[in-house]
């Protein structure tokens, strides 16, 4: 067996997108990060939920 040396801040580098939703309710976009989305995400600008498909 090896042992692996852990970086300190390799933890750190997540990848995700940022994903343009437009509310339904203003026409708002609201950019919102892929690793978000599993969170309730309202829009910006007029506060209504935003429906995010994906
Ligand atoms: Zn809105």
Redesign the pocket.
Known sequence: MSTIDRCPGNDQQKSFTIINVT?H??G?INEVYSDELQKKQT?D??S?ELKVEG
Do not use: F, Q, Y
């Open positions: 509310c309710a203003c708002e829009c600008k007029c209504v």
